[in-house]
């Protein structure tokens, strides 16, 4: 099992659509986790972060964490054609040590207009 | 505020030879960590200086090294090149020192370096 799962999609989502985008852990201590958005040949830029179990809203982005399920997951609302990029999850195992964190291999969004 | 500068941009390099990848980290952070990212395996984690210090080590061989100065600009050095070098590599700071196993705060990335070896 992998230590930080996404589906690679691609997801394709209407625009003004919301996408719903999923991340499942397997390391039940973690308690940092990240969101970046990559652009094709760019580098990954921070959107979101979350720590707490619950949801977290930063304007058309909500980050959901669920510890028990060890899953996080990032929706974005009114989904854009600039939001079509490639969207990483990133978790800190307690077990890796500090600041090594884990990286899923993305989802591919693709926004439709 | 500035971000993280990561130079050069670009790299062409033959089999064999080695490398030197630098990084600013934004002003203020004191951590810097490395990673590759390849289309095959993803990002992977390389290693990661605090204080001059290399707290963590990925799964790489030797060849890879890096370090950390006293400003908290941090280099990495690739040795004898090989094809399967070829990939982005990252520099990311961030501003704690992390504290296990409490949260840590997010990793902010550089443009990268594209290495290609030939």
């Known amino acids: 099992q992998k230590e930080v799962e996404q589906n690679s999609g691609p997801l394709s989502v209407p625009e003004g659509a919301i996408a719903s985008l999923n991340c499942t852990y397997s390391d039940r201590g973690s308690q940092s986790f990240f969101w970046y958005r990559q652009y094709s040949g760019k580098s990954p830029e921070l959107i979101m972060f979350i720590y707490s179990n619950g949801d977290k809203e930063d304007g058309r982005f909500t980050a959901q964490l669920n510890k028990a399920s060890q899953y996080v997951s990032l929706l974005i609302r009114d989904s854009q054609p600039s939001d079509s990029a490639t969207y990483l999850c990133a978790v800190n195992p307690p077990t890796s040590g500090t600041y090594k964190y884990i990286f899923g291999t993305g989802t591919r969004l693709k926004v439709l207009a | 505020k500035a971000g993280v500068t990561q130079t050069p941009r670009y790299l062409i390099k033959t089999r064999g030879q080695q490398v030197t990848l630098s990084c600013s980290p934004i002003?203020?952070?004191?951590?810097v960590s490395w990673y590759q990212q390849t289309p095959g395996q993803g990002l992977q984690f390389l290693f990661e200086?605090?204080?001059?210090?290399?707290?963590n080590k990925g799964n790489f061989p030797g060849r890879f090294s890096g370090r950390q100065f006293s400003n908290s600009r941090s280099e990495m050095n690739v040795s004898t090149l090989e094809l399967g070098d070829s990939a982005l590599y990252l520099c990311?700071?961030?501003?704690?020192?992390?504290?296990?196993?409490?949260?840590?705060?997010?990793?902010?990335f550089g443009n990268g370096t594209r290495l290609t070896v030939t």
């Open positions: 990311a700071s961030s501003s704690t020192p992390g504290r296990t196993p409490g949260p840590n705060s997010p990793l902010h």
């Open positions: 200086y605090f204080s001059e210090t290399q707290r």
């Open positions: 002003s203020g952070h004191r951590s």
